[in-house]
């Protein structure tokens, strides 16, 4: 059963609270309190902790020749700071004023990067260090650049004189400062997690009372209490969120032990129950299932988090606290989504894709949702978080949750959650030589009076996977014939995938060199119909979803199946 969560606020009161939340932040950078962001330049960095994330050498020679590939944009400055640049591009000023191309310098390893590195933070320093104003000094930027600066400050000072010296210890002083301040007035979710994260590295790595030290550790423990569920997911649902906390935690969990100070126990414990989240959503060729904001990602940087993992063992099946279940025999891995939306403060990147799942078998992906494009425009977000972008059943072309795509408020209050299922019952049904469950939800009651149930069950050692997928009113009485019943079910592919109809007019899906798999359902004829798949590495990408329409007062229940017609040579 997934976690209770409070009745979601109306949109007024989300735009006042974020006008009133924006005010208080405005007043902290202001000059009232300016004063607090000086005070003692440190003498030194006591320890750079370790970086996890993974680290190209060739990038950092592009650097050097200024060529700036950040978000899925390439800006060539041409031997001109890039600090200098007015980039329309807000991810790629993310990226630039975050400072995580660092790692790509140290991991060159040459005086010429060390150089390059250091006279880029100058840049910075003289460009932006004087004036906070956005993006540069974006509360959530700030906090990356502060890691960044430490992980990587063994590159940026070797060879610096004292005056660089001083001003590097100078800047990412006040820059902690800045962050300790704003750092409530963040918006909810992972940026102030991280920000909590940042200011532990930093009075870790800094010389600073123990009174500083308990204070951040007290603040981060608090956070990750309220963020991390009991499950190992992140609040908002998002398995990315997992991957990117577990590459600041890790780290920081290894900069107490290297400074013989105690970590406190709810980071220890968050640890430990995320790898094995993060783990649940993996499938077999390494990637993440594609749920609630989850796009690309590259297997060797999960791996990278999973050596890290020491207990082993095969995942869990069901997390009830965030609302998702595994189901997994022999190769074969089936991953859904049985859970109710997450809380309306961290539903940004949400999707409404509850009751969707994915199936791969080995490497392969055969039934994947559509995911996201980290670097598309905003107004090709929407879509990728629809219900029909999702292998899952849509009513009346309708989405099952509804975002706020009101122009007049999302610059204010971004593209929230504001409605979606309350209640989404769901129960495990595995028995001998089966894995299975059922769930259901109320996204649709309100406007059509109609609840979608869904079951799968994976048998034959996973050679089969069959779904039952049911549409009813309260009390489980049967859709009236009203033409507002109009269901679409999904099952969009990956890309990689052949398809065709056999001699029987069965769709069969091929991976190449793989085994192939066969679709069937009862009492609809499945059409084949393009589709998009968001989350390709190189960007969207043409593929194909299997589509059955019908009207649900006509077919109240309808059963499909995908079982293994040959398997692999």
């Given at each position: 059963?997934?976690?209770?969560r409070a009745e979601?606020?109306?949109?007024p009161?989300?735009?006042?609270?974020?006008?009133?939340r924006?005010?208080?932040?405005?007043?902290?950078?202001?000059?009232?309190y300016?004063?607090?962001?000086?005070?003692?330049?440190?003498?030194?960095?006591l320890i750079?902790?370790p970086?996890?994330?993974?680290?190209?050498?060739?990038?950092?020679?592009d650097?050097?020749?200024?060529?700036f590939?950040?978000?899925?944009?390439?800006v060539?400055?041409?031997?001109e700071?890039?600090?200098?640049?007015?980039?329309?591009?807000?991810?790629?000023?993310?990226?630039?004023?975050?400072?995580?191309w660092?790692?790509?310098?140290r991991?060159?390893g040459?005086?010429?990067?060390?150089?390059?590195?250091?006279?880029?933070?100058?840049?910075?320093?003289?460009?932006?260090?004087?004036?906070?104003?956005?993006?540069?000094?974006?509360s959530?930027?700030t906090?990356r650049?502060?890691i960044?600066?430490?992980?990587?400050s063994?590159?940026?000072l070797?060879g610096a004189?004292f005056?660089?010296?001083?001003?590097f210890?100078?800047?990412?002083?006040?820059?902690?400062?800045y962050?300790?301040?704003m750092?409530?007035e963040?918006?909810?979710?992972?940026?102030?997690?991280?920000?909590?994260?940042a200011?532990?590295?930093?009075?870790?790595?800094?010389?600073?009372s123990?009174?500083?030290?308990?204070?951040?550790?007290?603040?981060?423990?608090?956070?990750?209490?309220r963020?991390?569920?009991?499950d190992g997911?992140h609040?908002?649902?998002?398995?990315?969120?997992?991957?990117?906390?577990?590459?600041?935690?890790?780290?920081?969990?290894?900069?107490?032990?290297n400074?013989?100070?105690t970590?406190?126990?709810?980071?220890?414990?968050a640890?430990?129950?995320?790898?094995?989240?993060?783990?649940?959503f993996?499938?077999?060729?390494?990637?993440?299932?594609?749920?609630?904001?989850?796009?690309?990602t590259?297997?060797?940087?999960?791996?990278?988090?999973l050596?890290?993992?020491?207990?082993?063992?095969?995942?869990?099946?069901?997390?009830?606290?965030?609302?998702?279940?595994?189901?997994?025999?022999?190769?074969?891995?089936?991953?859904?989504?049985?859970?109710?939306?997450?809380?309306?403060?961290?539903?940004r990147?949400?999707?409404?894709?509850?009751?969707?799942?994915?199936?791969?078998?080995?490497?392969?992906h055969?039934?994947?949702?559509?995911?996201?494009?980290?670097f598309?425009?905003a107004?090709?977000?929407?879509?990728?978080?629809?219900?029909?972008?999702?292998?899952?059943?849509?009513?009346?072309?309708?989405?099952?949750c509804r975002?706020?795509?009101?122009?007049?408020?999302n610059?204010?209050?971004?593209?929230?959650?504001?409605s979606?299922?309350?209640?989404?019952?769901?129960?495990r049904?595995?028995?001998?030589?089966?894995q299975?469950?059922?769930?259901?939800?109320?996204?649709y009651?309100?406007?059509?009076g109609l609840y979608?149930e869904?079951?799968?069950?994976?048998?034959?050692?996973?050679a089969?996977l069959?779904?039952?997928?049911r549409?009813?009113?309260?009390g489980?009485?049967?859709?009236?014939?009203?033409?507002r019943?109009n269901?679409?079910?999904?099952?969009?592919?990956?890309?990689?995938?052949?398809?065709?109809?056999?001699?029987?007019?069965r769709?069969?899906?091929?991976?190449?060199r793989?085994?192939r798999?066969?679709?069937?359902?009862?009492?609809?004829?499945?059409?084949?119909e393009?589709?998009?798949?968001?989350?390709g590495?190189s960007?969207?990408r043409k593929?194909?979803?299997?589509?059955?329409?019908?009207?649900?007062?006509?077919?109240?229940?309808?059963?499909?199946?995908?079982?293994?017609?040959?398997?692999?040579?």
């Amino acid at each position: 059963m997934a976690r209770p969560r409070a009745e979601t606020p109306r949109l007024p009161a989300l735009v006042v609270r974020e006008l009133w939340r924006r005010l208080r932040r405005r007043l902290r950078a202001g000059p009232i309190y300016r004063w607090r962001y000086a005070g003692r330049t440190p003498e030194r960095v006591l320890i750079a902790p370790p970086d996890l994330r993974l680290a190209d050498p060739t990038i950092a020679e592009d650097i050097y020749h200024g060529r700036f590939s950040f978000a899925g944009r390439l800006v060539e400055t041409g031997g001109e700071s890039p600090f200098h640049f007015d980039v329309a591009n807000p991810s790629w000023l993310v990226s630039l004023h975050g400072f995580r191309w660092l790692r790509h310098m140290r991991a060159a390893g040459t005086d010429l990067a060390a150089s390059n590195a250091r006279a880029l933070v100058a840049d910075w320093i003289a460009e932006h260090g004087g004036r906070i104003a956005a993006p540069a000094w974006d509360s959530a930027v700030t906090a990356r650049r502060v890691i960044a600066w430490l992980q990587h400050s063994p590159v940026v000072l070797k060879g610096a004189d004292f005056a660089f010296y001083r001003a590097f210890l100078k800047s990412l002083a006040v820059q902690v400062r800045y962050l300790r301040t704003m750092a409530p007035e963040m918006q909810d979710g992972e940026e102030r997690l991280r920000a909590r994260v940042a200011l532990a590295f930093a009075a870790l790595s800094l010389p600073t009372s123990q009174t500083s030290l308990r204070n951040a550790t007290r603040n981060l423990a608090a956070e990750l209490e309220r963020q991390i569920l009991p499950d190992g997911v992140h609040i908002s649902r998002n398995p990315q969120a997992v991957l990117e906390l577990l590459a600041d935690l890790l780290p920081l969990r290894q900069t107490y032990a290297n400074q013989a100070e105690t970590p406190p126990d709810v980071l220890i414990n968050a640890i430990d129950r995320m790898l094995p989240a993060l783990r649940f959503f993996r499938h077999q060729d390494g990637t993440l299932a594609r749920f609630n904001g989850m796009g690309a990602t590259l297997p060797d940087r999960i791996a990278a988090i999973l050596r890290h993992d020491e207990t082993g063992g095969a995942p869990l099946l069901h997390a009830s606290h965030s609302g998702y279940d595994r189901l997994a025999m022999g190769d074969v891995t089936v991953i859904a989504d049985t859970g109710r939306p997450p809380p309306i403060d961290v539903s940004r990147e949400a999707h409404a894709g509850c009751l969707s799942f994915e199936m791969s078998s080995g490497r392969h992906h055969y039934v994947v949702n559509a995911g996201v494009d980290a670097f598309a425009p905003a107004d090709v977000r929407p879509l990728a978080r629809s219900t029909a972008a999702h292998s899952t059943a849509t009513i009346n072309d309708a989405s099952s949750c509804r975002f706020n795509l009101s122009a007049r408020f999302n610059r204010l209050i971004g593209t929230p959650m504001i409605s979606g299922p309350r209640h989404v019952p769901s129960r495990r049904t595995d028995g001998e030589g089966r894995q299975g469950l059922i769930a259901s939800h109320d996204g649709y009651v309100g406007r059509y009076g109609l609840y979608h149930e869904r079951e799968l069950t994976l048998t034959d050692g996973g050679a089969r996977l069959e779904g039952v997928d049911r549409f009813f009113r309260a009390g489980g009485a049967p859709p009236k014939p009203n033409g507002r019943d109009n269901i679409v079910v999904r099952f969009h592919l990956h890309p990689d995938m052949g398809l065709y109809r056999d001699d029987t007019d069965r769709l069969v899906l091929t991976a190449r060199r793989a085994e192939r798999w066969t679709f069937e359902c009862d009492g609809v004829t499945p059409e084949i119909e393009e589709s998009i798949f968001f989350a390709g590495l190189s960007g969207p990408r043409k593929s194909r979803q299997i589509v059955l329409a019908f009207r649900a007062s006509q077919l109240p229940e309808i059963a499909w199946r995908f079982f293994r017609s040959r398997p692999a040579a």
